[in-house]
């Protein structure tokens, strides 16, 4: 059992990444040297995955540190490190001639699918490096490479850094739970708020007052303002220059060359069909809004953004008597954890259970003490599938979202051993209190599954190359195994599994459980529509020649949303996705079609039906990036995919 070891010092961090270089560049070397007639797939290209891997192995340690180390110190020197190894992945080693001569010679052999999957994706990788293009251009192609690089790093650490509070009163903060404010800091009558989910979200849904709402997502829309939105504007400027530099039309069709999508145009068309269908629902959403609102407030005449959450939250407590303050009660997080395990089990035929004994964990302490090691098994062989780490709570200069981030990727290693998939899940839910364990609302049950859906693809895909790993599908397919999961989460037979009251310790009535499940959706069109909006501007910022970033994100707000943008705001400063999805964040209302359509087979064939939960592990999760997504698909439903499922689940039939 191979583990990383996250016990470096910032010296040590230091110092290791020049050697890591180093080391791989000698074994790079010898690829480059090989004569053509000793050349194989093996000692070519398969070698070449296999250093890549033992970097990026490295790598994904720092990562983690970088994102997550409770000592900033160590944080920046492992940004500095991960800076120049990813640069060194990304642009170095793609930029050696010898290396993509060596690759490129490789084409004419007899290849398995597999294996002229892997190649490709490698071949495409230099070709996004400039090969192909004159020397001078190919230079210019990997300085805005190298540049970009840092910049986005920069960008995302400057939302992670972003330290901005607000301190309220007590009245301000009328509408909230005594224990909620009781949980916040307090210093001379007053209460500190940070910009951290837990903090923000109930504000967004409880606070009476609309001005302190008003406040609230003012502070929370304008997170790393000032830094970030120059960054953004020179990451835009930079990525349309390398697009062009590679004869693209623009950044979006760069990167839509190995998705599902393929291109601008269908990408376009896709997200205009959801405007179109959802802009005559919004209208008769916001009139609801603004019934309620008008009961409040007689003169009212317009929605706000920050009346939605508020005033959704009404909604469902008036309509189906649902008090999210006190479904939380059924949601401890620790009896979350077990149920869901439960359920993987049940369904995958795989047990999650936690390495406590310091003898097993080889002494390797975690980043933080509140760190926990999972290891996964298979229950029928007994055989360990890999270990994921649990780090859930918030804490200031940690990752503020939640995600999954690899450490390692299941692959043949060169002894002939398999070395075991692991990875990190990052989230930020409420800390126990003096009276109360962690519990969580809905939705965040909603986001744990979600993510564990990521923690089954990396564990459960069984390939020889990391390049096919689960990690490595097609970008806009990444969401399908984690948007499955949530649908486990409306469903009254593992609603009863899940929920357990802290208290009673009894699971939600079948009375309650039907009223979640009809009040699922509150507001649909102005909940998926904020999807469209943001798809719609992560691609216009990757498709125009010239952007003022803010005004395009007003145009669209009231555009698709129908209501304005909160004057004086600058979400996309801190829309950590304009980094890791650049062009592509419409990449989860796609995935949203085949989740759907996958779990059709479960509304049929029953939702615990462990037979058609092995077909899922061992016909999407197990085959990773070795198939074409549309042909897993397939194999699974038996028949082609269609978005039915999907436009049902967003209320759209
Ligand atoms: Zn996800």
């Keep these: 059992m191979k583990l990383p070891s996250f016990d470096i010092s910032a010296e040590e961090i230091k110092k290791n990444s020049a050697k890591i270089i180093s080391d791989a560049q000698k074994r790079f070397d010898h690829i480059g040297s090989l004569k053509q007639s000793q050349r194989s797939f093996q000692n070519t290209v398969a070698a070449f995955d296999q250093i890549e891997a033992d970097v990026e192995d490295q790598l994904n340690i720092l990562v983690i540190l970088q994102q997550a180390s409770p000592h900033s110190t160590l944080r920046e020197s492992a940004e500095h490190a991960v800076n120049e190894l990813q640069r060194y992945l990304d642009v170095d080693i793609y ?52 540049q970009l690089i840092q910049e986005e790093l920069e960008f995302s650490k400057n939302i992670r850094e972003c330290s901005d509070e607000l301190w309220l009163t007590n009245e301000e903060l009328k509408g909230l739970e005594d224990n909620f404010i009781s949980s916040l800091e307090q210093k001379n009558g007053k209460y500190r708020l940070t910009m951290a989910y ?59 060359e190995d998705r599902m999508a393929k291109n601008a145009a269908t990408v376009v068309s896709f997200l205009d069909d959801l405007q179109k269908k959802f802009q005559p629902r919004i209208i008769g959403e916001i009139q609801k809004i603004l019934d309620m609102k008008q009961k409040d407030f007689p003169n009212a005449r317009e929605v706000e953004d920050w009346d939605i959450g508020y005033y959704a939250t009404r909604y469902k407590n008036f309509h189906f008597d649902l008090d999210e303050q006190k479904l939380k009660s059924y949601f401890p997080l620790e009896h979350v954890t077990t149920a869901a395990f439960e359920l993987f089990k049940k369904l995958f035929g795989i047990e999650m259970k936690e390495v406590k004994e310091e003898k097993k ?50 692959r043949r290693l060169a002894d002939g051993t398999y070395q075991l998939p692991a990875c990190v899940m990052f989230a930020n839910f409420s800390r126990p209190t003096a009276s109360s364990p962690s519990l969580l609302t809905p ?27 689960g990690y490595r599908v097609a970008w806009d397919f990444v969401e399908v195994p984690s948007q499955i999961m949530e649908n486990w989460f ?95 964040y419409y990449s989860y209302l796609w995935s949203r079609v085949f989740s759907e359509d996958l779990f059709t087979r479960f509304q049929s064939e029953g939702v615990l039906n462990a037979h058609v939960g092995m077909e899922l592990r ?36």
């Design 490 to 584: 409306y469903e009254p037979e593992s609603l009863k599994l899940v929920s357990k009251h802290y208290e009673t310790g009894k699971p939600l009535s079948d009375e309650m459980i039907r009223r979640m499940i009809a009040a699922k959706d509150t507001f649909p069109a102005l909940n998926y529509s904020r999807q469209v909006m943001l798809s719609k501007l992560n691609h216009l910022y990757h498709t125009e020649k010239k952007v003022d970033t803010t005004a395009l994100l007003k145009q669209l707000w009231k555009e698709i949303r129908g209501i304005p943008m909160p004057e004086g705001t600058h979400f996309q400063a801190s829309f950590g996705h304009l980094i890791g999805y650049a062009a592509a």
């Design 618 to 653: 061992k016909k999407i999760l197990e085959p990773g990036a070795s198939e074409d997504e549309l042909v897993l698909v397939e194999n699974f439903l038996g028949r082609t995919s269609n978005n039915k499922a999907f436009f049902k689940s967003i209320g759209l039939v």
């Design 95 to 146: 930029s050696q001639q010898s290396l993509y001569t060596a690759l490129s010679s490789c084409k004419d052999k007899t290849l398995s699918s597999a294996e002229e999957k892997v190649l490709s994706k490698k071949l495409l990788k230099f070709k996004h490096n400039g090969f192909g293009l004159s020397e001078k251009k190919q230079n210019e192609v990997l300085m805005l490479k190298k």
């Design 198 to 256: 837990p903090h923000v979200t109930p504000v967004m849904a409880h606070a009476v007052a609309a001005k302190i709402r008003k406040k609230v997502q003012s502070t929370f829309l304008n997170r790393a303002r000032e830094k970030n939105l120059p960054l953004l504007d020179d990451i835009l400027h930079k990525r349309r220059q390398l697009a062009e530099k590679l004869n693209h039309d623009h950044y979006a069709d760069y990167i839509l």
């Design 361 to 410: 964990m080889k002494g390797r302490k975690a980043w933080h003490k509140e760190v926990e090691l999972f290891e996964v098994k298979d229950t029928a062989t007994r055989e360990i599938l890999g270990h994921f780490y649990l780090d859930l709570f918030p804490r200031p200069g940690k990752y503020s979202h939640a995600a999954i981030f690899p450490l390692y990727e299941g």
């Design 443 to 469: 939705g965040e049950v909603k986001t744990y599954f979600h993510e564990f859906g990521h923690i089954l693809h990396l564990l459960c895909s069984r390939q020889e190359y990391r390049q096919l790993s």
